[in-house]
């Protein structure tokens, strides 16, 4: 992954609560973002249009633009719009695609961008990376953080389950990402950053010990709290590190034999589980194992389709997937028949913890 833009190191400000949209426009009217209220308002399918149609009033002179696809191709095509007129600030609606096109066509021409979430999947909607699709896959690309955050619970409640239940996978797998950080720090001395490991942390134990439900303002709340904390302390560190390991080598691996399998969050909430019982740390496997199970993701091969000898093929494969990461699978570097072993003996600390 290239270095991670750091222009902007925190937002300027961040709103989770009902009703925000709203208020869109007041926070436009705050200089620091927009001088002269010229914005470009990019959105994609569904919920993103209704935003667009609740707060255009409140917009001034803003241009909106429609993107779909979530491509490099589209990121462009939309920079290219972008630079045909000066613009305070462009403001990405909607879910991860447009967010994160968004995010790469503003970081071209240097336009600070604002994030409107419409849904809470993962940590893209305040993170410094981009993910987005080209001729040969899919790449992260570096970008500047949003230099605002808003996030309304009226679009995420109305929003598919699934997508909230990713972001919780996503946010957990902080946990893990940090523990292979502090591993690698250890073992090969490789430099660390306390206050992005504390931010990324303290986000992820504020939602795994949260006791509400999905459907609870104040759960929502706390899971885009540590989606955005995630986005910030890899801002801060200008890598990745705090919010990527071993858990995201998997679900990398996942996506390169078996693509379809599932979402980025639910793969990589599984992948931090089974990461977390090859450390060792029973306490903390034990934690997480509740907390996916709770929220009904996945903590099986099987919950996403996967055999386990297809698990343990994605496994053995994922170092490949990131060969400058040093995480706990580098680190134990277990051939397949020990990896079988070891999934055998995960089931069976499973079924200790969820019956």
């Known amino acids: 992954m290239p270095l991670l833009a750091r222009t902007v190191t925190t937002p300027l400000s961040i709103e989770v609560r009902r009703g925000a949209v709203a208020d869109l426009g007041a926070l436009l009217a705050d200089r620091r973002i927009s001088g002269g209220g010229d914005v470009a308002v990019v959105v994609g399918p569904g919920q993103g249009e209704k ?17 779909a696809g979530g491509s490099v191709d ?35 021409y240097g336009i600070p961008m604002v994030t409107v979430a419409t849904s ?24 500047h953080i949003p230099i605002a955050v808003l996030v309304d619970l009226d679009f995420v409640e109305n929003g598919p389950d699934r997508q909230t239940q990713a972001g919780i996978g996503d946010a957990v797998s902080n946990l893990s990402a940090c523990a292979d950080w502090e591993l690698a720090h250890r073992v090969r001395g490789e430099p660390i950053d306390g206050l992005a490991v504390t931010l990324a942390r303290t986000g992820a134990e504020a939602l795994v010990n949260h ?16 989606l955005i904390l995630g986005g910030i302390s890899m801002s801060i560190c200008g890598s990745s590190r705090p919010a990527s390991g071993g858990d995201h080598e998997i679900s990398h691996a996942i996506d390169h034999l078996f693509p379809g399998t599932g979402s980025h969050g639910e793969q990589v909430g599984l992948g931090a ?26 903590t099986r091969p099987g ?18 997937t990131r060969p400058d990461r040093y995480t706990i ?20 600390a499973l079924r200790e913890h969820l019956g």
């Open 51 to 67: 935003v667009v149609e609740l707060c255009l009033p409140s917009l001034g002179s803003a241009d909106v633009f429609t993107v």
């Open 74 to 108: 589209s990121a462009n095509e939309l920079g290219d719009k972008l630079r045909r007129r000066h613009y305070d600030a462009v403001i990405g609606i909607g879910g991860g695609k447009t967010i994160d096109t968004a995010k790469y066509a503003a970081t071209r």
């Open 120 to 143: 809470l999947a993962n940590d893209g909607i305040a993170s410094p990376v981009a993910s987005l699709t080209h001729e040969g896959g899919k790449g992260s690309y570096g970008v």
């Open 211 to 226: 006791p509400g439900k999905i459907t609870d303002d104040a759960f929502l709340t706390t899971l885009a709290e540590a």
């Open 273 to 298: 589980l089974f990461c977390t019982f090859l450390r060792g740390d029973r306490e903390r496997f034990g934690q997480l194992a509740r907390c996916l199970h709770r929220h009904g993701l996945a």
């Open 303 to 320: 919950d996403l389709g996967l055999t386990d000898e297809q698990f343990v093929e994605a496994v053995a494969f994922a170092p490949n």
């Open 329 to 348: 699978l580098e680190h134990l570097a277990l051939p397949a028949d020990a990896l079988r072993t070891r999934l055998g003996d995960y089931v069976d």
